[in-house]
Protein backbone atom coordinates (compact mmCIF):
# COMPACT_ATOMS: atom_id res chain seq x y z
CA UNK A 1 0.00 0.00 0.00
CA UNK A 2 1.37 3.34 -1.07
CA UNK A 3 2.11 5.84 1.59
CA UNK A 4 1.34 9.46 1.85
CA UNK A 5 3.86 11.86 2.00
CA UNK A 6 3.62 14.35 4.50
CA UNK A 7 2.68 18.56 3.34
CA UNK A 8 4.85 21.11 5.39
CA UNK A 9 4.66 19.83 9.21
CA UNK A 10 1.41 17.78 8.37
CA UNK A 11 1.56 14.40 9.57
CA UNK A 12 -0.81 12.22 7.15
CA UNK A 13 -4.33 9.98 8.30
CA UNK A 14 -3.47 10.77 12.33
CA UNK A 15 -5.67 9.18 14.73
CA UNK A 16 -7.22 10.98 17.27
CA UNK A 17 -4.70 10.15 19.95
CA UNK A 18 -2.38 10.87 17.64
CA UNK A 19 -3.82 14.67 16.98
CA UNK A 20 -4.40 14.87 20.65
CA UNK A 21 -0.48 14.36 20.76
CA UNK A 22 -0.01 16.64 18.04
CA UNK A 23 -1.69 18.95 19.34
CA UNK A 24 0.23 18.89 23.24
CA UNK A 25 3.53 19.83 20.32
CA UNK A 26 1.78 22.34 18.95
CA UNK A 27 0.81 24.12 22.23
CA UNK A 28 4.54 23.55 23.57
CA UNK A 29 6.00 27.13 24.75
CA UNK A 30 9.12 25.67 23.25
CA UNK A 31 10.21 25.44 19.41
CA UNK A 32 10.63 21.76 18.73
CA UNK A 33 11.92 20.13 15.63
CA UNK A 34 12.90 16.78 14.44
CA UNK A 35 15.32 16.01 11.75
CA UNK A 36 17.13 13.00 10.64
CA UNK A 37 20.79 11.42 10.80
CA UNK A 38 21.44 13.82 7.59
CA UNK A 39 20.11 16.50 9.05
CA UNK A 40 16.52 16.24 6.78
CA UNK A 41 13.57 17.82 8.32
CA UNK A 42 11.30 15.54 9.67
CA UNK A 43 8.48 17.44 11.18
CA UNK A 44 8.18 20.75 13.43
CA UNK A 45 5.72 22.65 15.45
CA UNK A 46 4.73 26.04 14.62
CA UNK A 47 6.19 27.80 16.84
CA UNK A 48 10.01 26.51 15.68
CA UNK A 49 8.29 27.56 11.57
CA UNK A 50 7.82 31.01 13.24
CA UNK A 51 11.05 30.87 14.63
CA UNK A 52 12.91 30.10 11.78
CA UNK A 53 11.38 32.41 9.83
CA UNK A 54 12.21 34.76 11.86
CA UNK A 55 15.76 34.29 11.54
CA UNK A 56 15.75 33.61 8.12
CA UNK A 57 12.89 34.85 6.48
CA UNK A 58 12.19 31.47 4.55
CA UNK A 59 10.14 29.10 5.70
CA UNK A 60 11.44 25.50 6.82
CA UNK A 61 9.33 22.71 4.88
CA UNK A 62 9.33 18.88 5.71
CA UNK A 63 13.10 17.22 3.34
CA UNK A 64 14.77 20.51 4.03
CA UNK A 65 18.48 20.49 5.54
CA UNK A 66 18.05 21.80 9.09
CA UNK A 67 22.16 23.42 8.49
CA UNK A 68 20.83 25.95 6.48
CA UNK A 69 18.45 26.81 9.27
CA UNK A 70 21.70 27.35 11.57
CA UNK A 71 23.55 30.52 11.61
CA UNK A 72 26.77 30.76 10.81
CA UNK A 73 28.19 31.47 14.67
CA UNK A 74 26.45 28.47 16.25
CA UNK A 75 27.26 26.02 13.42
CA UNK A 76 30.35 24.76 15.05
CA UNK A 77 28.57 24.34 17.81
CA UNK A 78 25.62 22.88 16.18
CA UNK A 79 27.55 20.32 14.45
CA UNK A 80 29.69 18.82 17.66
CA UNK A 81 26.40 19.00 19.47
CA UNK A 82 24.14 16.86 16.71
CA UNK A 83 27.44 14.38 16.63
CA UNK A 84 27.10 14.03 20.60
CA UNK A 85 23.21 13.23 20.06
CA UNK A 86 23.82 11.00 17.72
CA UNK A 87 25.95 8.96 19.85
CA UNK A 88 22.86 9.02 22.10
CA UNK A 89 23.53 11.55 24.54
CA UNK A 90 21.65 14.43 25.56
CA UNK A 91 22.64 17.76 25.23
CA UNK A 92 21.03 21.45 27.24
CA UNK A 93 22.88 24.66 26.16
CA UNK A 94 21.97 28.63 26.74
CA UNK A 95 23.62 30.12 23.74
CA UNK A 96 22.55 33.66 22.81
CA UNK A 97 21.77 33.51 19.12
CA UNK A 98 21.85 36.42 16.67
CA UNK A 99 20.98 36.82 12.99
CA UNK A 100 18.45 39.24 11.95
CA UNK A 101 16.67 39.00 15.26
CA UNK A 102 18.41 38.53 18.63
CA UNK A 103 17.47 36.21 21.40
CA UNK A 104 18.42 34.03 24.30
CA UNK A 105 17.75 30.13 23.92
CA UNK A 106 18.18 27.25 25.97
CA UNK A 107 18.87 24.46 23.80
CA UNK A 108 18.00 20.66 24.00
CA UNK A 109 19.14 18.42 21.44
CA UNK A 110 18.30 14.74 22.06
CA UNK A 111 18.05 11.39 19.99
CA UNK A 112 14.87 9.77 19.34
CA UNK A 113 13.91 6.20 19.11
CA UNK A 114 11.43 3.73 17.31
CA UNK A 115 9.64 1.92 19.71
CA UNK A 116 12.16 -0.88 17.81
CA UNK A 117 15.38 0.87 19.40
CA UNK A 118 16.25 2.03 16.19
CA UNK A 119 17.00 5.71 15.58
CA UNK A 120 14.43 8.03 14.56
CA UNK A 121 16.41 10.98 14.63
CA UNK A 122 17.18 13.86 16.54
CA UNK A 123 15.24 15.87 18.34
CA UNK A 124 15.89 20.08 18.83
CA UNK A 125 14.00 22.11 21.18
CA UNK A 126 14.82 25.98 21.94
CA UNK A 127 12.75 27.80 24.46
CA UNK A 128 13.24 31.46 24.58
CA UNK A 129 14.86 32.88 27.83
CA UNK A 130 14.99 36.25 27.42
CA UNK A 131 13.22 36.96 30.46
CA UNK A 132 15.30 34.62 32.42
CA UNK A 133 19.00 36.17 31.26
CA UNK A 134 17.40 39.66 32.34
CA UNK A 135 16.34 38.71 35.59
CA UNK A 136 19.41 36.76 35.84
CA UNK A 137 21.71 40.12 35.36
CA UNK A 138 19.11 42.13 37.86
CA UNK A 139 20.43 39.32 40.51
CA UNK A 140 23.85 39.79 40.08
CA UNK A 141 23.72 43.40 39.71
CA UNK A 142 23.61 44.00 43.43
CA UNK A 143 22.89 47.81 42.95
CA UNK A 144 19.13 46.16 41.32
CA UNK A 145 16.16 46.69 43.46
CA UNK A 146 12.66 44.71 44.05
CA UNK A 147 10.91 46.82 41.10
CA UNK A 148 13.71 45.90 38.89
CA UNK A 149 13.18 42.13 40.07
CA UNK A 150 9.18 42.90 39.86
CA UNK A 151 9.77 43.19 36.27
CA UNK A 152 10.50 39.70 35.14
CA UNK A 153 7.02 38.22 36.60
CA UNK A 154 7.05 35.22 34.32
CA UNK A 155 10.06 33.68 36.22
CA UNK A 156 10.25 32.94 40.15
CA UNK A 157 13.08 34.47 41.57
CA UNK A 158 14.54 34.58 44.35
CA UNK A 159 17.63 36.05 46.49
CA UNK A 160 18.81 33.99 49.29
CA UNK A 161 21.16 34.77 51.57
CA UNK A 162 23.83 31.99 52.68
CA UNK A 163 21.75 30.82 55.40
CA UNK A 164 18.89 29.93 52.98
CA UNK A 165 16.74 32.79 54.53
CA UNK A 166 14.75 35.20 51.57
CA UNK A 167 16.16 39.09 50.88
CA UNK A 168 14.47 39.31 47.88
CA UNK A 169 11.29 37.57 45.96
CA UNK A 170 9.06 38.35 42.95
CA UNK A 171 5.17 38.37 42.54
CA UNK A 172 5.66 35.44 40.59
CA UNK A 173 7.26 33.28 43.08
CA UNK A 174 4.88 34.18 45.92
CA UNK A 175 1.79 33.38 43.29
CA UNK A 176 3.42 30.18 42.36
CA UNK A 177 3.94 29.45 46.13
CA UNK A 178 0.60 30.25 47.19
CA UNK A 179 -1.13 28.16 44.49
CA UNK A 180 0.89 24.88 45.03
CA UNK A 181 1.89 25.45 49.16
CA UNK A 182 -0.76 27.44 50.07
CA UNK A 183 2.19 29.58 51.80
CA UNK A 184 3.05 33.11 51.49
CA UNK A 185 6.94 34.02 50.89
CA UNK A 186 8.30 36.95 51.96
CA UNK A 187 11.54 38.20 52.74
CA UNK A 188 12.87 36.68 55.78
CA UNK A 189 11.27 33.59 55.07
CA UNK A 190 13.03 30.45 54.96
CA UNK A 191 13.28 29.09 51.76
CA UNK A 192 13.46 25.18 53.81
CA UNK A 193 9.90 25.80 55.02
CA UNK A 194 8.60 26.30 51.07
CA UNK A 195 9.93 22.90 49.75
CA UNK A 196 8.40 19.62 48.62
CA UNK A 197 10.64 16.47 50.43
CA UNK A 198 11.06 15.21 47.08
CA UNK A 199 13.31 17.78 45.81
CA UNK A 200 14.98 18.29 49.13
CA UNK A 201 18.37 16.67 48.68
CA UNK A 202 18.94 17.89 44.50
CA UNK A 203 18.08 21.62 46.16
CA UNK A 204 20.65 21.77 49.29
CA UNK A 205 23.73 20.26 47.16
CA UNK A 206 22.69 22.80 44.47
CA UNK A 207 22.73 25.33 46.81
CA UNK A 208 26.01 24.46 48.71
CA UNK A 209 27.62 24.04 45.03
CA UNK A 210 26.43 27.81 44.76
CA UNK A 211 27.51 29.08 47.34
CA UNK A 212 31.60 27.71 46.19
CA UNK A 213 31.39 29.85 43.06
CA UNK A 214 28.91 27.32 40.73
CA UNK A 215 26.17 27.71 38.37
CA UNK A 216 23.68 24.75 38.45
CA UNK A 217 20.89 24.00 36.45
CA UNK A 218 18.90 21.24 37.36
CA UNK A 219 15.33 20.00 35.99
CA UNK A 220 13.29 18.23 38.92
CA UNK A 221 9.95 17.04 39.66
CA UNK A 222 7.67 16.86 42.26
CA UNK A 223 4.40 14.73 43.02
CA UNK A 224 1.63 17.41 44.43
CA UNK A 225 -1.32 16.53 46.51
CA UNK A 226 -3.65 15.72 43.85
CA UNK A 227 -1.00 13.16 42.92
CA UNK A 228 -0.24 15.32 39.20
CA UNK A 229 3.64 15.80 38.43
CA UNK A 230 4.96 19.34 38.48
CA UNK A 231 8.31 19.69 36.60
CA UNK A 232 10.32 22.55 36.90
CA UNK A 233 13.76 24.15 36.09
CA UNK A 234 15.84 25.81 38.50
CA UNK A 235 19.14 27.69 38.04
CA UNK A 236 21.23 28.79 40.53
CA UNK A 237 24.74 31.17 41.11
CA UNK A 238 26.45 32.87 43.73
CA UNK A 239 25.32 36.88 43.97
CA UNK A 240 28.74 39.23 45.33
CA UNK A 241 28.30 42.47 46.59
CA UNK A 242 30.23 45.54 44.56
CA UNK A 243 33.56 44.88 46.87
CA UNK A 244 33.06 41.60 45.99
CA UNK A 245 31.92 39.99 49.09
CA UNK A 246 29.17 37.19 48.64
CA UNK A 247 25.90 37.97 49.47
CA UNK A 248 23.96 34.69 49.12
CA UNK A 249 22.70 32.84 46.21
CA UNK A 250 20.46 33.57 43.55
CA UNK A 251 17.63 31.40 42.19
CA UNK A 252 15.49 31.39 39.29
CA UNK A 253 12.83 28.82 38.64
CA UNK A 254 10.56 27.68 35.48
CA UNK A 255 7.41 25.64 35.33
CA UNK A 256 8.78 22.83 32.46
CA UNK A 257 5.36 20.69 33.39
CA UNK A 258 4.23 21.55 29.25
CA UNK A 259 7.79 20.93 27.68
CA UNK A 260 8.27 17.60 29.46
CA UNK A 261 4.20 16.54 27.74
CA UNK A 262 6.00 17.78 24.62
CA UNK A 263 8.82 15.44 24.87
CA UNK A 264 6.63 12.32 25.79
CA UNK A 265 4.10 13.19 23.31
CA UNK A 266 6.80 13.45 20.74
CA UNK A 267 8.12 9.39 21.98
CA UNK A 268 4.72 8.34 21.64
CA UNK A 269 4.23 9.58 17.70
CA UNK A 270 7.51 7.96 17.01
CA UNK A 271 5.67 5.22 15.54
CA UNK A 272 3.45 7.68 13.11
CA UNK A 273 7.05 9.30 12.19
CA UNK A 274 8.60 6.35 11.01
CA UNK A 275 6.19 6.09 7.81
CA UNK A 276 7.33 10.06 7.56
CA UNK A 277 11.31 8.70 7.62
CA UNK A 278 10.26 5.90 4.79
CA UNK A 279 8.90 8.89 2.62
CA UNK A 280 11.67 11.35 3.04
CA UNK A 281 14.75 9.10 2.66
Request: hydrophobic residues 35%; glycine residues 4%; positive net charge.
Amino acid sequence: MKRTKPVGNKLPQLSDTEKMLRAILENAPENIILFDRRHRVLCYNEGAKKTLYDYFRKEVKAGSDYRDFVIPALKKVYKTTFAKALRGETIELELETKGKVSHWFHYKMNPVYEPSGKLLGICLSAVNIDERKKAELALKDTTATFESLERHASEAIFLLDKNYKVLQVNQAARRRLRITKKMNLAPGSDIRDFMYDDVRKEFFSSFRKALKGEQVVKEVYSKLSDNSINWFQYKMFPVHSASGNLIGVGVITENTTKRKEAEHALKNMAAEFESVVQNII
